[in-house]
């Protein structure tokens, strides 16, 4: 029998969405708890997770050039470290990867990490493993306590989605709809600040389809959620995502014009433009419905700024249809947005959909989309300009003495100046570029 010597150090390296980033900060907790320190940076890791997004071929395909670097440099300094792969390529292709990746000893999907530190130990026994079962909640359950938290912190609130969007793999990557209890994440908000966080982003696939009953058995949903956390003392920021247009409730939007804390930010992917590739999306909202609810969004809170997904070139797509995507675009003068190729997962209707788009008229559209889009992130920046805001200090920037952080709107703002992470800034805007404004500091607001 091979044994291996227990790794000392890890690096975990995730793709993808938020919740991988989540997912990855959960795993280090739990192989803290195995004694096992995170690796410097620069230093080689005796362990590597590769913590997987399955969302779009690219992103997939990354996996196996990453474990091919790895085995190379292992081949070559003679010191190969323990693979791990995880997240959703692992769920989605873990038998796969196992047949493919002989340098792979364990397949843990996003619903089975807590069982990570059994199956290291398989591995230093010489044995791989895959564990890619989806008990509902159980990992949440198994997880330690959270201990460590930078200023801006993730809580996964809600996993899963049982949209069935035509083109998308979530539903069978991260299973059906699962809001995690509302105690737990009561207790794990409040952990988080006394860890130091200042920020809580509250996760989700459908973010907004989160419910849980209240310790007096009351039903509550993301708003009543928000609120309680918005309790706490300490805690000054509170931001969420990604939400769903079927899942937006009226009390969600109340609390856009009643709290605080809740940051004027909207991420509510539209995907297209085009009544007839949203029914074929499975998307359940016209292009008009979408556009209201936004108003409403901007009824309650003037300032609100607006985010989205979007896919360019699904199957049938036409020139017209696009059309009504650039129209879309104008109509809601978005702050920042995503979008991307069509990408067929195997295994969703869309793959097998007639009217698959050529690559240069998705290229095409993508170019002209990204324009569109950032020609109305420039304006919104630019319309930032001469606004005072409170700025969480996140990081060093570029140049000495520089520092970044997040407007309430979510833009990057630089600034200049003698703070420490965690510090709140009040700032004047003083100037914007595409992606990121420059602030002139007026006072320190604290911690
Ligand atoms: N191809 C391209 N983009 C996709 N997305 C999801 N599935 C696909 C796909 N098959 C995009 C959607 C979603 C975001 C997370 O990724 O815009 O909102
Ligand atoms: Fe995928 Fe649609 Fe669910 Fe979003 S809502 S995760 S795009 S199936």
Known sequence: ??????????????????????????????????????????????????????IREKAAEKVYSDIGRLSKAGRKSGRTPLIAVAGCVAQ??????????PAVSMVVGPQAYHRLPAMLDSALQGERSTDTDMPPIAKFDALPARRRSAP???????????????YCVVPYTRGAEISRPYRDLVTEAQALVEAGAREITLLGQNVNAWSGTDDGG??????????????????????????????VTDGLIAAHGEIDKLMPFLHLPVQAGSDRILRAMNRSHTADGYLRLLERFREARPDIALSGDFIVGFPSETEADFAETLNLVDAVGYAQCFSFKYSPRPGTPAASMDGQVPAEVMDDRLQRLQSALNRHQRAFNRASVGKTCDVMVERRGKRPGQWLGKSPWLQSVHFDGDYAVGDFVEVELVEAGDNSLAGRVLRTVGR
Do not use: W
């Open 1 to 54: 029998m091979t044994v291996i010597a227990r790794p000392s150090t890890f690096r975990i390296k995730s793709f993808g969405c938020q919740m991988n980033v989540y997912d990855g900060e959960r795993m280090a907790d739990l192989l803290r708890e195995q004694g096992i320190t995170r690796a410097a940076d620069g230093e080689e890791a005796d362990l590597v997770v590769l913590n997987t997004c399955h």
């Open 92 to 101: 989605a292709e873990g038998e796969e990867i196992m047949a493919r990746a």
């Open 152 to 166: 801006g912190a993730f809580l996964t609130v809600q996993e899963g989605c049982d949209k069935f969007c035509t």
């Open 218 to 247: 009351r039903p509550v949903g993301l708003d009543g959620l928000i609120r309680v956390i918005a309790r706490l003392p300490d805690l000054k920021r509170i931001r969420y995502t990604t939400s769903h247009p079927a899942d």
